[in-house]
């Protein structure tokens, strides 16, 4: 793509599609299109199938799309590619959303009544059962069969969305769960039963199947299928193809070339991965779609928007009811989270959320690699954070959580902690960076402090909270490797901490014991291999030309750094002591009393 600096109108840009008006855009002859119908015959071959994506990935735009063609065929839909591949009869599609399965005292009468609505509008109405005082207006067993029966001669299209709803709504109260799982498995139930069904789709954000609710037997699912994951989402490709006249007006708006500006895109809103081979990475359409409308309204002040927000309250809400199911997130950078397949099909286990289950249905995580199967056979596969927004995210809801506050009280997206210690390491400023930690660490939760080999995951959740931070690794202990490492443009800062009893035990293990830690040799040969630690992001590329080691010693009874030292290749700096104003005493009386009852539980 060429590189262009020069200003350029919006106005000859098309409007670009919003999620709840899309319906009616597709009608629009001026509308925009990344045009992915080619796989719509494919997918209507397969016959009865469920498809899992998180929200913002367009399930809804393609089931008004596969209803369009089968009512009325491709002719409102000429020069997508479906209007030269589509060679179906028209149909009546019963179109049925379930949105409204919340609770369970309405979830039966709910359900009943969205599929009267969806066979009123597909013209399959039932008029008798309509009567005010008819019993079987909220008995779906009655009701189901009376549409089966009316189904039993004409074929139909069967679409479902928000399948998952009724039990998302209910991740916090198992009886409940269970209770809307049951009426869930009398429709699906209903629905492998009909025998006149021309095509089916299933969709919604999350997925659960067990003994209960056998989802699996009888329909297909392709959620994990190579063939379809592209299906919905970008793919880098079609982003650079599709959206070309956007790119080269919206670069010089935020003072970008196109190539930084693509750059920056990729790092921030790239990486969705679900197919079981880990071969198709994708961007979320919503996303896209809402940064780029800034340049067709001509906005002020552009920005890199983030719309996953609606998350932080759910994310810090189950993690705060499950601390134990959801302690993985803290190792998460070390090697991501592995799992099984037969995990990935469970949301609820013993009553209690699967952490990866949630997080990957609702696209924080991404599957990243195939791994060998388990001894029983069973395939594994290894995921991670899906971009540095997503991490960004999980790291301030952590950090609320540790902080014992509700997001954004504490820590903000606005937060540069992780900026200001990268910056304070890099000009050797050791009182700044002392001072920026032992604020955070003297805020955190007693309870939180678990065992020494925690603090220094601990203390690389401050570097996480900046995305333009480049990356962070947090690494097995080997010879002459740091605990965890930051690269920030072409510098990695090799961070290694040490733990001691307390404050006075310092005259024995003091920073400058660290240094065998920190291997000169070890660090000068990774920079002659050309060390780097991001793959994508703003620093994917940009190998590393310098290091410094970075020394921190934590007195285990005030959890406070209490010194700091830097060194380099060919210098030790002078050990930086920590000394406490006396009015604003940070390892207090009340402090050394929760430790002492810390130490209590804990010993």
């Known amino acids: 793509m060429s590189e262009s600096t020069s200003d350029e109108p919006s106005v000859n840009l098309k409007r670009l599609p919003s999620g709840g ?21 494919k997918l209507i071959a397969q016959g009865r199938v469920i498809l899992t994506r998180p929200k913002c990935f367009g399930k809804t735009v393609l089931l008004f799309l596969i209803e369009e063609l089968f009512r009325h065929g491709p002719d409102k839909l000429q020069g997508l590619a479906v209007a030269k591949l589509w060679h179906e009869e028209p149909c ?44 079987e207006q909220d008995n779906f067993a009655t009701l189901s069969a009376h549409y089966a029966d009316l189904m039993q001669n004409k074929p139909v299209v069967v679409l479902v969305d928000n399948w998952f709803k009724g039990l998302a709504h209910q991740m916090y109260d198992p009886a409940a769960f269970d209770a809307n799982k049951r009426v869930l498995a009398q429709f699906f139930a209903w629905l492998k039963g009909l025998t006149n069904v021309k095509f089916m789709l299933v ?48 670069a ?57 927000r609606h998350l932080d309250q759910t994310l810090f809400e189950i993690i705060e009811r499950y601390p134990q199911r959801f302690a993985f997130l803290e190792l998460m950078s070390l090697q991501g989270v592995v799992v099984s397949a037969n995990e990935l099909k469970l949301f609820m286990r013993e009553g209690q959320v699967v952490g990866p289950t949630l997080l990957l249905q609702s696209g924080i995580l991404s599957i990243r690699a195939a791994l060998p199967p388990d001894a029983a056979g069973i395939p594994r596969y290894r995921l991670d954070y899906t971009n540095a927004l997503m991490a960004q995210m999980v790291n301030i809801v952590l950090c609320n959580f540790l902080l014992g506050k509700q997001p954004a009280a504490r820590v903000s997206y606005s937060t540069d902690w992780g900026s200001l210690l990268t910056r304070a390491a890099l000009q050797h400023n050791l009182p700044q960076l002392l001072l920026l930690c032992n604020y955070y660490l003297s805020h955190i939760e007693w309870e939180h402090w678990y065992y020494p080999d925690h603090y220094a995951q601990l203390l690389s959740l401050l570097w996480r909270l900046d995305p333009e931070r480049g990356a962070v690794r947090d690494l097995e202990p080997t010879a002459g490797r740091a605990d965890f490492e930051v690269q920030s443009g072409t510098t990695l800062i090799a961070v290694e901490l040490q733990v001691v009893a307390n404050a006075t035990s310092l005259a024995a293990p003091s920073a400058a014991a660290c240094k065998p830690r920190l291997s000169a040799a070890y660090y000068d040969q990774l920079l002659a291999q050309g060390y780097s630690l991001d793959a994508v992001g703003p620093n994917a590329g940009t190998k590393v030309s310098a290091w410094l080691g970075l020394v921190l010693v934590m007195a285990e009874e005030t959890h406070q750094v209490c010194q700091v030292q830097v060194i380099t290749s060919d210098s030790v700096s002078e050990v930086v ?22 130490r209590a539980r804990h010993s």
């Open 21 to 41: 008006s899309y319906r009616y855009e597709l009608y629009d002859p001026n509308r925009f299109w990344v045009d992915k119908t080619y796989l719509i015959p």
């Open 577 to 598: 002591t920590y000394q406490p104003d006396s009015d604003s005493e940070l390892w207090s009386a009340y402090d050394l009393a929760q430790y002492a009852a810390w």
């Open 203 to 250: 969709t919604a954000c999350g997925f659960h199947e067990d003994d209960e609710l056998p989802l699996t037997d009888g329909l297909r699912d392709i959620s994990m299928d190579p063939e379809f994951a592209p299906l919905l989402g970008y793919t880098q490709a079609e982003l650079e193809s599709a959206y070309a006249p956007y790119i080269k007006v919206a």
């Open 252 to 308: 010089p708006r935020m003072g970008l070339t196109q190539s930084e500006l693509l750059a920056q895109i990729q790092h921030r809103y790239y990486g969705f991965c679900f197919d079981r081979e880990a071969s198709c990475q994708l961007y979320d359409p919503f996303t896209i779609n809402d940064f780029f409308r800034q340049f067709v309204n001509w906005l002020d002040q552009p920005y890199f928007r983030y719309l996953w």
């Open 92 to 135: 009546p599609v019963v179109r049925i959303n379930l949105y409204s399965l919340y609770e369970p005292e309405t979830c039966e009468a709910n359900l009943c009544r969205a599929l009267r609505a969806a066979f009123h509008d597909a013209g399959l109405e039932l008029m008798d059962l309509y009567a005010q005082d008819a019993p």
